[in-house]
């Protein structure tokens, strides 16, 4: 129930996010919603999502680098013996 919760938050604090961001224009007579400046809302957009792969692949990258050393490591301590 938690995670459903925080779910619900993160999403209401994005979509607010984007409209600040997007200087979004809402009028009710006629209902319509404007966002102006959707190009910079759209390069954040871009700029989050490279910089979420390329923390991802540092990750991934870092975790394959143990995983050899830790390979190696046993490989040379079975040759001991």
């Known amino acids: 129930m938690k995670s459903m919760v925080s779910v619900i938050l993160t999403l209401v604090v994005f979509i607010l996010l984007c409209l600040y961001i997007g200087d979004a224009k809402i009028t009710f007579?006629?209902?319509?919603?404007s966002i102006p400046g959707w190009r910079?809302?759209?390069s954040y957009f871009f700029l989050a999502l490279t910089l979420y792969f390329?923390?991802?692949h540092q990750y991934i990258k870092g975790e394959n680098d143990?995983?050899?050393?830790?390979?190696?490591?046993?490989?040379?301590?079975s040759e001991k013996k």
């Open 29 to 33: 007579s006629p209902f319509s919603i």
């Open 40 to 42: 910079v809302l759209l």
């Open 54 to 56: 390329y923390g991802n």
């Open 66 to 77: 143990t995983l050899i050393k830790v390979k190696e490591y046993f490989e040379d301590e």
